[in-house]
């Protein structure tokens, strides 16, 4: 391209140059963002047909912020407030209002612990295994955005006889709720229903999704996760000996495109790692990749559901720990109307550079109770070179340089979404109290160019020591994947009264779950326990 473009300028009659600045600005959008910045370092005419045209720039700000744009017949809308738009929402992560929140009340439980909460198109979405209940309600919704509100009485959810809800999944944005549960402790099935409203949902394939039944005379099943993506579900499931072999636990993991069929032939099985007490964990990378975490990192394609998945990669992880995977929010569409009044743009993230984060906790018989957190980006989930799948992937070939390792000896919740990280942890671990603030983190390639001087850029190497009792020696991991972050330390969480429980991140919203707490006196120290009542936090952005 450069070469091409140097002979071009030692010919100023060549033809290319001489057409139409918007001819040339219509011809450099078929090009990918980076041979259009490429194209504009080169020609000063091509830099001068990038800086005039909107278009281009939108490209690139749009590939710079690892979005995918939904095609829309909108076209009323210039392209250039979709771009200032853009550019605006990215700087105004870096300067967001703690104390400018609205508040929603909820009502809790003694066990609104036991099951991380979610927050989910705009709902939050609540299910209780030891009381089988569950709701869903929406948080502050917006005037085009379809509202559901559920509450399930014990039962309701499930109503076969002898059988136990072993997990729930709702999906707000397609109106489903899936329900996974075992009969007499071994059969297991998926019910399939619309969230607002009874009977099975409209565009299942049937009522109930059906396991293999290969497992189920021989096992019984204790533990499942029940995740969806799109128009898959999975199942991962732990299945015991009925013999009660101490040694003889393995996992299953089954996949089904529920829109098509109710059964499957798309089925992982393994043996439980470190003799773990939890099944394997999984997440969806978009809709054709399947990421599963034993004691290392295993890609599949999904492709063909007929078919079990294919093995695309192995990477390693530096040590065996217990790995669980908080996977990315769908992002099935965003509109931004109610910021810009004739704003229609829909986009959504890029699966191929998203991130994901891992959790790693010590293997079981560890004395310590410190949590390793990957924050790891899926690029190097599909850009793979050519790598052979029977070959395992050393961490030092694809770890450093794609991820970022933190490490903690205290409490902290976290939550991603796109590109975006939100932790909240304590800054002071010495104080009597531990009083968490939110910090933000921004992985993007554009972070730098949109915080507009906020925030700290993060481009160093950071090392960080992991280890558990089980070892003679821990190990150092040093890690790159550059980022910006603000910490909102004028905001401390945890009063005497209140509780941090939660907290979400997504496209337009910061979500905080705090619990009132009733404090109780034990042995001279003072203990807090959730009460009766709730607020959910909504700072939008």
């Known amino acids: 391209m450069q070469r091409t473009v140097d002979y071009i300028e030692m010919k100023p009659q060549t033809r290319f140059l001489s057409v139409t600045e918007e001819l040339l600005s219509y011809i450099l959008s078929f090009l990918p963002h980076r041979d259009i910045l490429r194209c504009t370092s080169v020609c000063k005419t091509l830099r001068q047909t990038y800086l005039s045209s909107s278009r281009l720039q939108y490209i690139v700000e749009m590939s710079g912020q690892k979005l995918l744009a939904v095609p829309n017949t909108d076209n009323s809308i210039p392209i250039s407030k979709h ?17 400018s929140f609205k508040t929603v009340p909820v009502t809790m439980s003694q066990y609104f612990r036991e099951k991380p909460n979610i927050v989910a198109g705009g709902h939050f979405c609540w299910w209780s295994r030891q009381e ?109 000996d009925v013999n009660l072999t101490s040694l003889d636990k393995a996992w299953q993991l089954q996949i089904w495109d529920w829109k098509y069929s109710t059964t499957s032939s798309s089925i992982l099985s393994g043996a439980v790692p470190n003799r773990s007490y939890t099944a394997i964990d999984f997440c969806f990378l978009g809709n054709n990749r399947l990421l599963v975490t034993t004691d290392n990192l295993n890609l599949y394609s999904i492709e063909d559901m007929s078919q079990p998945p294919e093995l695309l990669a192995c990477f390693l992880m530096p040590k065996l720990m217990e790995l669980r995977c908080l996977s990315p929010i769908d992002d099935i569409g965003h509109s931004s109307e109610s910021h810009m009044q004739a704003q229609s743009t829909m986009y959504t993230s890029d699966p191929t550079h998203q991130l994901i984060c891992l959790t790693a906790f010590p293997t079981v018989g560890s004395l310590l109770s410190s949590t390793q957190v990957f924050i790891i980006s899926t690029r190097i989930f599909f850009d793979l070179d050519g790598m052979a799948a029977a070959t395992p992937i050393p ?54 160019t ?36 603000v910490v909102f330390s004028d905001r401390k969480f945890d009063s005497d009264d209140s509780e941090l429980q ?16 009733e404090r109780v006196w034990f042995g001279g120290s003072p203990l807090f326990q959730a009460g009766s009542t709730g607020k959910l936090e909504v700072i939008d952005v």
């Open 83 to 99: 771009l200032q738009f853009l550019r605006d929402k990215a700087h105004a992560w870096f300067k967001v209002d703690l104390h």
């Open 502 to 517: 939660d907290i979400w991140i997504d496209r337009d919203r910061i979500y905080t779950l705090n619990a009132d707490t």
């Open 395 to 448: 961490w030092q070939h694809w770890g450093p340089s794609n991820t970022r390792v933190f490490h903690y000896w205290h409490s902290f919740q976290i939550h991603i979404n796109g590109n975006r990280v939100l932790q909240a942890f304590p800054v002071d671990t010495r104080a009597e109290k531990w009083q968490p603030v939110l910090h933000l983190m921004d992985f993007s390639p554009l972070a730098v």
């Open 450 to 485: 949109n915080r507009r001087g906020l925030g700290r850029v993060v481009k160093k190497p950071s090392t960080t020591y992991i280890s558990d009792s089980n070892d003679e020696f821990g190990e150092y991991l040093t890690t790159s994947l550059p980022y910006v972050e």
């Open 132 to 240: 089988d209940t569950a709701m869903i309600f929406p948080v502050l919704p917006k005037p085009s955005q379809q509202s559901i509100q559920r509450n399930w009485l014990p039962g309701k959810l499930c109503s076969v006889p002898h059988s136990r809800n072993l997990d729930v999944f709702m999906d707000p944005a397609q109106n489903l709720i899936a329900v996974a549960y075992v009969v007499d402790h071994k059969a297991v099935y998926i019910n399939l229903g619309a969230l607002d409203s009874d009977g099975v949902h409209p565009e299942a394939a049937g009522e109930r999704l059906f396991l293999s039944d290969d497992s189920e005379n021989r096992s019984e099943t204790k533990s499942a996760k029940l995740k969806g993506f799109g128009r898959h579900i999975a199942l991962s499931h732990r299945l015991d």
